[in-house]
């Protein structure tokens, strides 16, 4: 009998590594999840990821063959195969590609996590057949993948795409990586926080929202305050997608991309944040572009998509690479 | 006798449109230029145009064998082949290729001025051997060619890498755009005329440029002034550069490339121009990419380059065709 191929995929979190037995068409055949322990070396990690692996791949080996492995992982390197320095992990610097080799003679690719979820959408999601789009998480930060020509945009260095550090308010909000007026310190989960601060400080509207602490506030509590009809958490959303939406023009100058895939917590608010967002888009475009850019939601389940998108980009590097 | 292949580059502008027979490494074999005639029909002037061609190509002939035909056009669309309502000619849509291929059917390829430019630098200029950079030429308004992986970035429609067209002061300047803030507007010969003349009404410093009107101010007398010692005029400079700078912070987020090539009038200024540039774009970076970003003077002679970008761009498409 023949063997269908399929490929693993890694996402590697702060907290909990999943992986994925994934089928061309992007069917999970398989999956489970280990504690990431990052205080832990890299080659900790990847010893007990291969031994749970083991346990899920032996009962399908008669049916399926491994023929590549895909790494989604912070700070990672698709040129080097490496992991540098990532923010969660006591790692330093990995060579992830390496480490996998030493349990799998296969082709393997890493890329980080948003490339790996716009490879996801291209493979198996709402981008299928798109060659130009840009993909947008909204979670905790802002992680963007952009799509050129059919092939993922890595730039000299690997490092490409990283929209969330554009910069849209001089001097504006404090971000993480140093500097101010990130777009992630705007339009994230994170970011929306900050803006329903700034709005409870500079108004006097009656809101739910003041009952709650910085920290206890969730952008999933603006969203049902916003819903209940509450204006401070409406004009949160409203202002998190103007700013959103003016980057995307800017974006739009630069790429020409045929849409905007939108996925993660925030992006999950539907149109509170999308009715801004494309507003504000469209006021701003070049006028050869106004009412052709899509805005689509991403449709792959939450909890797989990051493995999917790991998946998706060693399917993807099987395609162009001559077998 | 083997013959040498060459290809023809044209470059049309508003006032004039110019050819040269270009060979593999960008030597110019033989060149001339004739007059756009900009309310004439397309097809006229292409007439004129291959007559000229025929006159210059004929004693020529026994040694070099033309291949291939490159065309830098404003609103040229690569991928269909077009010209789209040029700003500057009477032209409505016309199908350039085709055109073209009434007198020689070869391969032809056009795009517009500013990707021909970072052809042009690629194949015979600074950038030759780069994979990922973006040229800047700021003349009147500022283009922007985007080459990613070694091929340019066209995107979805045709019409990526509008640099100019980004929005970097929110309510700022008027654009021929019809929009306010691109970049254009700050950092362009044009932009640091507007620049200067804001200055002159804010400050209450003695100014050489206080007895030029708007109409007869150029950017080659805000040099002369800043290199006499003029305040206002280094600041005019100063604040470009700042501005550009900037915005060029942005574009390596996203791009992530090697260098940016600057050329055009105000490029030619030199450090007046390039160390606050150069400045503002390290202040802005994200750390990971301080201290790698070269910013290059294009080497290419400024009355040939747009000619060498149109021919760089057909010896660009015949190296990636098989023949």
Known sequence: MNKSG????????????????????GNIIAKDSIATLAMDPAAD?????FNKFTEIYSPLREKFELIGVGIGAPNANYYNGTVENPPNLNWGVVDIVALVKEYYDLPVA??????AAALGEMKFGVAKGMKN??????????????????????????????MGHTIVVKDGRKCGCGRRGC????????????????????STEKSTLRGISFNDLTSKNIYDAAMAGDKVAQSAFKNTGKILGQ??????????????????????????????T?????????????????ILQSGLPEGDAAVLGAAALIWHELSIIPQ
Do not use: W
């Open 6 to 25: 399929v490929t693993l995929g890694i996402d590697i979190g702060g907290t909990n590594t999943s992986m994925a037995i994934v089928d061309k068409d």
């Open 45 to 49: 990690l990847f010893k007990r990821l």
């Open 110 to 115: 890493v890329t980080n996590d948003a490339n």
């Open 133 to 162: 789009f840009i993909q947008i998480t909204l979670g905790t930060g802002l992680g963007s993948g952009i799509v050129v020509n059919g092939e993922m945009l890595y730039g000299a260095d690997g490092f490409a795409g990283e």
């Open 183 to 202: 777009l992630e310190t705007y339009a994230s989960a994170s970011g929306i926080k900050r803006t329903a601060f700034e709005l409870l400080a500079d």
């Open 247 to 276: 980057a995307m023009a800017d974006a739009v100058a630069y790429l020409s991309p045929e849409a905007f895939v939108l996925f993660g917590g925030l992006a999950n608010s539907g149109e509170l944040i999308i009715e801004p």
């Open 278 to 294: 494309r507003k504000y888009l469209e006021n701003n475009l070049l006028s050869n572009y106004r009412g052709k850019i899509k």
